[in-house]
């Protein structure tokens, strides 16, 4: 925690320890909401709910907005119907349906009873669309325009609305039948004159996005064109609302974690690791643990069919672990980077073989560097035989070539089939490395050393 939060934190625990609320509600009338929410979650959870029944009434929604998840079902259960249906109301409607997604039934049915009609028609129309697309994650709080409006009009209307929306700085111009025409930024409308026409003066070339496009594609379509807000429109091409950069940061986290646990072979969670409790990591971490371990015992099985050869030539057995590891770490580096490459949509599956031969290439320079590095080391320091020394450098050239090639590919694949690239990482492929490094090894030893 940074030293300013660490202040406020210390401050605010004194005061509600003196019990001078008074005190305490000045104090967190002066922070910035995400500031109080940052010292909110580090309370204990009594202190949390009395905090939040002590701050400023105008800020308690914005401040709700910054608490995670759990802090929030929290809090939200322990008020009163009345004043939780407050803080709904007061809520931006893609954060009131994120929160309600996560939360029981029988709650989510009492805050909405509670709500005005204006919230639960908002808060419905975004926990209809299937989780993690545009439709989702957008809000309904945007300023829109009418293309006869004039810019005085167009202003009164902003005067009117712009409290209540998620940005005022682009306005959208549709048409009778919501129909998305074009934009108008908010600086366009100050320096235009008062009685010109929206459609003459509005930007027609808009970019949009549909309510069906995945998260990752949103946020994908935010990097290309950087705009801090976007458009979201139905098949119709009507418009139902938009997305704002902050949404779009929450989803690069949000996938950039999810990827990072598939990686490391863990089932994806939504809650922070200490928040996480044991049985719950445990239940994320073991399935991938069992898959694994149950395919590693076909080294063993490739181990114990050349048991004879071993004991003609013993010394073999001591590389064995050196060139597994080798063949992972070079599939790993191959797969991460095809991974990210995917998440960017800077490859697809038609540049397949163009990848493929560059990290042919690649796989031979690695593995010829590899194999001469450790030529000098088995000769001058083991002082192998150098029959030996050639079928662990043979051997570690192959690993790492058929590491690379799998490690570029099978991603790749699992993206074609439609699962997510992030499984056939390193673990994975791992262990499909590891039984070809034996098979090649105890193969090539067989041939050059006669075993």
């Not at 009395?50 to 008020?79: C, H, N, W």
């Not at 594609?217 to 091409?237: G, H, I, L, S, W």
């Not at 980077?337 to 990848?355: M, W």
Request: net charge negative; hydrophobic share 45%.
């Amino acid at each position: 925690m940074e030293e300013k939060e660490k202040n406020d934190l210390e401050i605010v625990k004194e005061l509600l320890d003196t019990k001078q609320y008074t005190s305490l509600r000045q104090k967190m009338a002066e922070m910035n909401e995400a500031d109080v929410a940052s010292v909110i979650e580090e309370l204990e959870e009594e202190d949390m709910m009395k905090v939040f029944r002590i701050m400023p009434k105008d800020m308690a929604a914005d401040v709700f907005s910054y608490l995670e998840v759990d802090t929030q079902q929290y809090i939200i259960t322990g008020m009163s119907e009345k004043d939780a249906a407050g803080i709904i109301n007061n809520l931006m409607a893609d954060d009131a349906a994120d929160l309600l997604e996560e939360m029981p039934a029988n709650i989510v049915k009492k805050l909405l009873a509670n709500a005005s009609a204006e919230t639960r028609r908002d808060i419905n129309h975004l926990l209809r669309y299937p989780e993690d697309s545009a439709g989702s994650i957008m809000t309904v709080e945007y300023v829109d325009l009418k293309e006869n409006m004039t810019v005085e009009d167009a202003i009164s209307r902003i005067r009117q609305i712009g409290v209540d929306s998620e940005t005022i700085n682009i306005c959208y111009v549709t048409d009778a039948n919501r129909k998305l025409l074009g934009t108008v930024a908010l600086r366009y409308l100050l320096i235009s004159p008062l009685d010109a026409v929206i459609g003459k003066i509005m930007h027609e070339n808009v970019i949009y996005l549909n309510t069906l496009m995945d998260q990752e594609e949103v946020a994908r379509q935010f990097q290309k064109y950087d705009f801090t807000a976007m458009p979201v429109v139905d098949n119709e091409e009507r418009l139902v609302g938009i997305i704002t950069v902050d949404d779009v940061v929450d989803i690069l986290q949000e996938e950039a974690t999810e990827d990072m646990e598939k990686m490391a072979a863990i089932l994806p969670s939504d809650k922070p690791y200490l928040k996480t409790s044991v049985f719950e990591t445990w239940k994320q971490r073991m399935p991938w643990l069992l898959l694994l371990m149950v395919s590693a015992t076909f080294t063993g099985s490739i181990i114990t069919s050349f048991e004879d050869a071993l004991k003609k030539m013993s010394v073999l057995m001591a590389y064995v672990p050196m060139l597994m590891d080798t063949g992972g770490n070079a599939g790993g580096q191959a797969s991460v980077t095809i991974i990210r490459g995917l998440s960017l949509g800077d490859i697809s599956f038609k540049d397949t073989c163009k990848v493929m031969w560059k990290e042919l290439r690649v796989a031979f320079m690695c593995g010829l560097t590899l194999a001469g590095a450790n030529f000098v080391k088995l000769l001058v320091f083991d002082k192998l035989a150098i029959p030996v020394i050639i079928v662990v450098c043979m051997t570690l050239i192959c690993a790492v070539l058929f590491a690379k090639l799998i490690g570029c590919s099978l991603p790749i694949l699992a993206k074609a089939l439609g699962f997510d690239p992030a499984v056939m990482a390193s673990p994975f492929i791992t262990t499909i490395v590891d039984v070809i490094s034996l098979l090649v090894y105890f193969g090539i030893a067989t041939s050059v050393l006669g075993l």
